[in-house]
């Protein structure tokens, strides 16, 4: 693979987007594998030296691809588990107490990620660790000034109950000291999280030129996704992304605005309860809403509510919406 340095004239596409996020490190090449081996041992502090892909195939037939997981599942060589994923939903603005749902869904891809071994034949002090390892394109803990968060079961004495089940979330946004350290002095983790914040960002090419000189994995990255950026079938499905992404949150503001009216006369809570059913009916696509949904809806109190409505875009059926009232 030509060497990964790129000019200021190339145009590349964001890895911050998830698609482009999974396709870098999975792609039918060795470089993308030694990509990802790298940026797991960076993460957990083990040393991989093998990783195998799985159930990670994408559907080709649908250029859009917005309902689909694109998290990266895969077992490295000690037989630990790790899933690995991009989140750039919008919620930029979103504090924490409204951001249930992103942490529900963690949590859930965690303790599913862990299961997913079996216990048959096998017993329970044999069971490999798994590590949910999220990427956040936006802030998640404000009062938090570290990029990297990680959570184990631990009582209120911080003694740990047990390090097989792990939740890391990355948070892309905290970037500004670590840019401010001169290359030699930056972690490997460090290195990879400038590079896929900043990488298509020509105001930055130098500094990433320039990680990508000392950094091997880093350059092979480069050119992957020089690569990946060229392919027009992955461009296409970047470009539709974007607008579905920005078509949904329009059309999710209209119905928005539409329930609000509805309940305009109505009080708070009943304003708040049309807006409800107007957006999870939009966001679901559906033209009708179950009625057991509408009952709990208007039995909610106004902070569930108010939860279900901040985390909309968390949501893509009437069930998840139940899970967050």
């Known amino acids: 693979m030509d060497k990964g340095f790129i ?9 911050t987007d998830d698609g482009i996020f999974k396709s870098l490190l999975t792609r039918d090449e060795p470089e993308s594998k030694i990509v990802l081996m790298d940026i797991i041992s960076s993460i957990i502090g083990y040393k991989v030296v093998d990783v195998v892909i799985l159930n990670n195939e994408l559907p080709i037939t649908d250029i859009l691809q917005k309902q689909e997981r694109l998290d990266v599942n895969c077992k ?9 994923e991009m989140q750039s939903t919008k919620m930029r603005n979103t504090n924490n107490n409204k951001m249930k749902a992103f942490f529900d869904r963690i949590t859930y891809y965690a303790c599913d990620l862990y299961l997913s071994q079996g216990i048959k034949g096998k017993s329970y002090e044999k069971l490999s660790k798994a590590y949910q390892i ?9 009062d938090r000034e ?4 990680h959570f184990k079961f631990k009582n209120e004495d911080g003694d ?16 500004d000291k670590t840019l401010t350290k001169p290359i030699e002095k930056m972690s490997s983790l460090e290195m990879w999280l400038v590079f896929l914040e900043y990488v298509d960002n020509v105001g930055k090419r130098e500094i990433i030129n320039k990680i990508i000189g000392v950094k091997e994995e880093v350059e092979m990255a480069g050119a992957l996704l020089q690569s990946i950026s060229k392919d027009e079938f992955e461009r ?10 920005n078509d949904l949150e329009s059309d999710l503001y209209t119905a928005r605005k539409e329930g609000e009216e509805i309940g305009a006369k ?10 409800i059913l107007v957006l999870v009916k939009k966001k679901c696509k559906l033209d009708m809403l179950p009625e057991g949904f509408i009952k709990k809806v208007n039995e909610a109190e106004i902070l569930q509510l108010e939860n279900l409505r901040d ?5 893509n059926t009437v069930e998840e919406a139940e899970k967050i009232l």
């Open 7 to 15: 000019q200021n004239d190339v145009d590349i596409l964001t890895p």
């Open 236 to 245: 296409a499905r970047f470009l539709s992304r974007r607008k579905f992404e």
């Open 76 to 84: 490295i060589d000690n037989g630990d588990l790790i899933n690995i």
């Open 160 to 175: 740990t109950l047990t390090d097989d089940v792990n939740i890391i979330i990355i948070e892309l946004s905290k970037l």
């Open 311 to 315: 985390n909309i875009f968390e949501i």
């Open 134 to 142: 999220t990427f956040a394109d936006f802030t998640v803990f404000k």
């Open 266 to 275: 109505r009080g708070d809570k009943l304003r708040l309860v049309e807006t």
């Open 146 to 149: 570290q990029f990297i968060n």
